[in-house]
């Protein structure tokens, strides 16, 4: 399998254009998950996942709302809400044991991201990111972030982006993300060390590293991996990835 930088490199040699942003965040088997948290999911119905989904250390108690059917294998299980399948811990082996690497794999993403230094913008409108145009960067805020209108992140698919923010991040009311210039939702990462809230009807674009609770609320949808090192709860919600 080629690296990311590899590709990075032949991309430019191929056209001639350099990747602007920092390098990127290594998700490793978090990746594999479109939701992944400690303590559960729970889901409104009906929502809408494309991928899997995956709980750990919390048995499959905690996943709420999905009407299981468990495979005949014991390792994964199903629902008419997930186009893919459900793990937790509880399940038959190999299950807990990958899911542990993932949870690790979640956890070591996350200190990548929040640990990048020397920021292209630092504290950028003061967190009140509604209306702008984002281009690719290293982004620290060490307040929340609030989105009151739309906000469009712009750069070519081999762009990147890292928001980092040491509050809340929170997503108004039908409110989106727009991508712009060819940017890719997997190349932007969220890490959020308070809890992340896209509110009804919202649109959120990028993988979201949360240290706690990621909550979409009705017919909020994200092109995106939402990564909980707590709990993530779907309101008849859409995730893609």
Same mark, same amino acid.
């Given at each position: 399998?080629?690296?990311?930088?590899?590709?990075?490199?032949?991309?430019?040699?191929?056209?001639?254009?350099?990747?602007?942003?920092? !390098?990127?965040?290594?998700?490793?088997?978090?990746?594999?998950?479109? &939701?992944? !948290?400690?303590?559960?999911?729970?889901?409104?119905?009906?929502?809408? &996942?494309?991928?899997?989904?995956?709980?750990?250390? &919390?048995?499959?108690?905690?996943?709420?709302?999905?009407?299981?059917?468990?495979?005949?294998?014991?390792?994964?299980?199903?629902?008419?809400?997930?186009?893919?399948?459900?793990?937790?811990?509880?399940?038959?082996?190999?299950?807990?044991?990958?899911?542990?690497?993932?949870?690790?794999?979640?956890?070591?993403?996350?200190?990548? !991201?929040?640990?990048?230094?020397?920021?292209?913008?630092?504290?950028?409108?003061?967190?009140?990111?509604?209306?702008?145009?984002?281009?690719?960067?290293?982004?620290?805020?060490?307040?929340?972030?609030?989105?009151?209108?739309?906000?469009?992140?712009?750069?070519?698919? &081999?762009?990147?982006?890292?928001?980092?923010?040491?509050?809340?991040?929170?997503?108004?009311?039908?409110?989106?993300?727009?991508?712009?210039?060819?940017?890719?939702?997997?190349?932007?990462?969220?890490?959020?060390?308070?809890?992340?809230?896209?509110?009804?009807?919202?649109?959120?674009?990028?993988?979201?590293?949360?240290?706690?609770?990621?909550?979409?609320?009705?017919?909020?949808?994200?092109?995106?991996?939402?990564? !909980?090192?707590?709990?993530?709860?779907?309101?008849?919600?859409?995730?893609?990835?």
């Amino acid at each position: 399998m080629f690296s990311s930088l590899f590709i990075v490199s032949f991309l430019t040699a191929l056209t001639g254009v350099a990747a602007v942003g920092p !390098a990127a965040v290594n998700l490793r088997t978090a990746g594999n998950f479109a &939701i992944l !948290a400690k303590t559960g999911v729970s889901t409104v119905p009906p929502s809408v &996942i494309t991928g899997s989904v995956g709980i750990s250390p &919390i048995s499959a108690t905690g996943l709420t709302g999905f009407s299981l059917t468990m495979d005949s294998s014991g390792q994964s299980s199903t629902s008419i809400q997930v186009v893919g399948k459900l793990f937790a811990a509880s399940y038959a082996a190999p299950t807990p044991s990958t899911l542990t690497t993932a949870i690790s794999d979640m956890g070591t993403a996350f200190n990548d !991201a929040s640990g990048r230094v020397n920021p292209n913008f630092n504290n950028l409108a003061a967190g009140l990111l509604g209306g702008l145009t984002l281009a690719p960067g290293l982004y620290k805020w060490t307040t929340a972030v609030n989105i009151a209108t739309d906000v469009t992140i712009a750069g070519s698919p &081999i762009d990147t982006w890292i928001f980092q923010v040491s509050g809340s991040m929170t997503i108004a009311q039908g409110k989106k993300m727009i991508l712009a210039g060819g940017a890719l939702s997997k190349n932007i990462v969220w890490v959020v060390a308070s809890g992340v809230t896209a509110g009804a009807g919202s649109h959120i674009e990028g993988v979201i590293l949360g240290k706690t609770l990621i909550t979409l609320q009705t017919g909020a949808t994200a092109n995106s991996r939402l990564l !909980a090192q707590t709990f993530v709860a779907l309101q008849k919600a859409t995730v893609l990835n």
